[in-house]
């Protein structure tokens, strides 16, 4: 995923959020960008402490590889500094 020129279609912030809830938000923010033809997402997870990451931040890319979630993605990267950097992951939805 090409990060210079990105313009962000949509985005979610799962701060604060369960594991449970977070995974049902992303399911459905996933889902409905998917139905409306919406391609280039940001996914807020947090960063954590450095000896401490965020359960998000570690969790979020094995949804998105290894759930029923992977169906809309055509591909995922850690967002650049000035979109959230280790805190957030760029998601480019299917067409």
């Known amino acids: 995923m090409s ?3 990105i313009v962000i279609d949509a985005r979610i912030d799962l ?3 369960t ?3 977070a995974f049902l938000a992303l399911k459905r923010f996933l889902q409905s960008n998917y139905l409306n033809q919406t391609r280039n997402l ?3 997870t ?3 402490a450095i000896n401490n990451p965020c359960v998000l931040k570690v969790e979020v890319p094995r949804w998105l590889q290894y759930t029923e979630l992977k169906q809309y993605i055509a591909s995922y990267a850690t ?4 979109l959230g ?3 957030a992951i760029l998601v480019k939805l299917k067409k």
Do not use: N
Not at 79 to 82: D, F, I, L, N
């Open 79 to 82: 967002a650049p500094v000035s």
């Open 85 to 87: 950097g280790a805190g």
């Open 15 to 17: 701060h604060g959020l």
């Open 19 to 21: 594991q449970d809830q």
């Open 46 to 48: 947090g960063k954590g």
């Open 42 to 44: 940001l996914v807020i």
């Open 3 to 5: 990060r210079k020129s």
